[in-house]
């Protein structure tokens, strides 16, 4: 067992109106403000077993629990074409049961009283995660151990057909939603054709169709091993009961095979490219996606900042113009999603009744290059630091669960192979200048998007009719055809000319052929 200390991380962790000031002007691209943040420590310290799995440990008495949370560093970004949705399908296959416990995996866990047992898959990593009484620990990391080196097992061809039939039936709900159809629709048409990111995370019929008891079995040996896996235990503990417990539950199983790993693949477009999709929605709705900077990088953090300051909250400038003062839209929307090899930029807004959705379009491109030309406001730039600053506070309170800290460590470990790479994006977040953004703005979003248009499908109804579908109908006599008199001619040399001539159209058809072959 190899083991190692991290430094102390420190990061922002609340916002105090209070105690700010503004140091420079938006006008020399310096930060418009330095915050007086307090800082809230984050400790953790980190060790590696031998077979390479890395653990994570934050100690935080406050209440008898521990939050346990295993992030495997593989997605849908690792599956193959015709193998799309393997990820997601495996991860419904961690909870059926083990070699060792060949049972519903949630039992254990609620008779001792676990909260937010979960798993979740997205294109890059998939999780499982339980908060624990203290008492329990041993329970849960046995669990989790079984599962990580004694599952195959207990994967028989009923079980992966039981699951096969739930994802396929997830799929279908969740296309079966307003807007539904979109998401891989955007993933298809923004991304070129072998791209990791240009299907979705939970697969294509057709591939859940095709996974074989064989396929599943390769996929457990290619990803599932120690070595591709991030345990953070947070919580009610520290890092020498963590060091005595995990060894004696994680070290005996492989490390599993060596994996090659795509760092970055942005896929940037210069032209835009348009579509528009029938769909049962309640309204029109609009999607401009950018293909961005990847997680990761100090423009994926301003362009978060950006989507605020564009479209979040009844501040931002689209809301006030399209949704408050101009009234042609319902909602109106924006985030950053970041992910390992991409990010994309996503506009969305919904048309009022008798809008149509070219006129929204316009007045986004009218305040994109606005802030593209000018910059956002100190004022504007401040408030976003603020309500950022604000989500990751929520986002630390837990110790696990979704977006816990546990989920926070996790992801830098398994994203940046650093647990307290969060500090580094709040950062960015609390020194970002007008100018960063402006700047990230002009690179990203000035050209290159993608325009879905989502328009209800008309109300089309099918009618009653006399058609007897009893028998075929019967074939009458045929009419006659009515063709031209054909003319023929001998020219000098010897070549035949058939003519036929009629005056439909103000066109000659000529053909030569000629006898060989």
């Not at 074409?81 to 049961?97: R, Y």
Request: proline fraction near 4%; glycine fraction near 8%; charge should be negative.
């Amino acid at each position: 067992m190899k083991m190692m200390k991290t430094l102390t991380a420190v990061a922002v962790a609340t916002v105090l109106l209070g105690g700010c000031q503004t140091t420079q002007s938006a006008d020399n691209g310096q930060a418009v403000s330095q915050s007086q943040f307090p800082e809230v420590k984050v400790n953790y310290e980190t060790f590696t077993l031998d077979n390479g799995l890395t653990v994570v440990v934050h100690e935080d008495r406050k209440a008898p629990i521990v939050a346990v949370n295993v992030w495997y560093a593989v997605g849908s970004k690792d599956e193959k074409t015709g193998q799309t949705g393997f990820a997601h399908l495996f991860e419904h296959l961690m909870f059926n049961g083990t070699e060792n416990y060949d049972d519903e995996y949630f039992g254990p866990f609620e008779r001792a009283g676990a909260t937010e047992m979960n798993g979740t898959t997205n294109n890059d990593r998939t999780n499982y995660f339980e908060n624990v009484p203290t008492p329990a620990l041993d329970m849960a990391l046995w669990m989790e151990s079984d599962r990580m080196g004694h599952l195959l097992g207990a994967v028989t061809q009923d079980k992966l057909d039981e699951q096969r039939g739930v994802v396929q039936n997830e799929k279908r709900q969740g296309e079966a939603q307003p807007y539904g159809k979109a998401w891989s629709y955007i993933a298809e048409q923004t991304f070129p054709e072998g791209h990791p990111y240009s299907w979705s995370v939970i697969g294509s019929m057709e591939d859940l169709n095709a996974a074989s008891l064989d396929d599943v079995h390769q996929w457990f040996e290619d990803y599932y091993g120690a070595a591709n896996a991030v345990l953070v235990l947070a919580g009610d503990i520290d890092v020498e009961t963590a060091k005595e417990k995990v060894t004696k539950y994680f070290a005996d199983i492989g490390p599993g095979k060596p994996l090659q790993k795509q760092e970055a693949w942005v896929a940037k477009r210069d032209e835009q490219k348009r579509s528009t999709m029938e769909d049962r929605v309640p309204a029109p709705r609009v999607y401009k996606v950018w293909n961005t900077a990847q997680m990761g990088t100090a423009d994926s953090e301003y362009l978060n900042l950006l989507a605020d300051i564009l479209a979040n909250g009844k501040n931002s400038r689209l809301y006030e113009r399209l949704v408050y003062n101009e009234q042609i839209a319902s909602s109106v929307g924006a985030f950053q999603y970041g992910r390992k090899l991409s990010g994309q930029f996503f506009i969305t807004a919904d048309a009022k009744p008798g809008v149509e959705l070219e006129q929204i379009e316009t007045i986004i491109d009218e305040e994109l290059e606005r802030l593209i030309t000018e910059g956002p406001t100190a004022a504007e730039l401040q408030r976003t630091k603020f309500s950022t600053t604000a989500d990751f506070v929520r986002r630390a309170e837990k110790v696990g669960g979704f977006g816990g800290k546990s989920d926070l460590l996790a992801s830098g470990a398994v994203y940046h192979n650093d647990p307290g790479f969060y500090e580094k994006e709040m950062k960015w977040t609390k020194e970002a200048s007008v100018n960063n953004l402006q700047n990230a703005a002009e690179k990203w979003l000035s050209d290159g998007d993608f325009v879905l248009n989502v328009v209800p499908q008309p109300d089309y109804a099918a009618q009653e009719t006399d058609a007897d579908r009893s028998q075929l109908p019967h074939v009458g006599d045929l009419p006659q055809l009515e063709l031209p008199e054909v003319k023929t001619f001998t020219l000098s040399n010897g070549l035949e000319v058939y003519l036929a001539q009629r005056s439909d159209t103000p066109t000659v058809e000529m053909s030569l052929v000629f006898d060989s072959g």
